[in-house]
């Protein structure tokens, strides 16, 4: 399994940005996927997770009402759009597979990853 992010880039505040993960693999359809960022000097932390069929979602307190998770499992694609980005959202964000079949918060759930697309929001 290949997981590759994209999407990243320079924004002001306030401005958006959609990030999409491409899958390989034919069973990309089956398992629940998240989003995970790592500022500079900071812990990996969890941004937004989705079920397989994209009908359940959940999202960290810090992006909840300004990002959006969703996925085309057609395309093997997931996606994170990022609305009213603040400087604090700058990072480096990771897609990642989860292991299980619940709304995983916690990177330790999660199998495989992509390679990171930076995100830099400037003020």
């Known amino acids: 399994v290949q997981l590759q992010a994209s999407g990243g880039g320079l924004v002001q505040a306030g401005g958006s940005l959609r990030l999409s993960c491409a899958a390989s693999?034919?069973?990309?359809?089956?398992?629940?996927m998240g989003w995970f960022r790592q500022a500079p000097g900071k812990e990996r932390e969890f941004v937004a997770t989705?079920?397989?069929?994209?009908?359940?979602?959940s999202y960290a307190d810090s992006v909840k009402g300004r990002f959006t998770i969703s996925r085309d499992n057609a395309k093997n694609t997931f996606f994170l759009q990022m609305n009213s980005l603040k400087p604090e959202d700058t990072a480096v964000y990771y897609c990642?597979?989860?292991?299980?079949?619940?709304?995983?918060?916690?990177?330790?759930?999660?199998?495989?990853w992509g390679q990171g697309t930076k995100v830099t929001v400037s003020s």
């Open positions: 989705i079920s397989w069929s994209g009908g359940t979602t």
């Open positions: 693999g034919r069973t990309f359809s089956t398992y629940f």
């Open positions: 990642a597979r989860s292991l299980g079949s619940g709304l995983s918060r916690t990177p330790y759930d999660y199998d495989y």
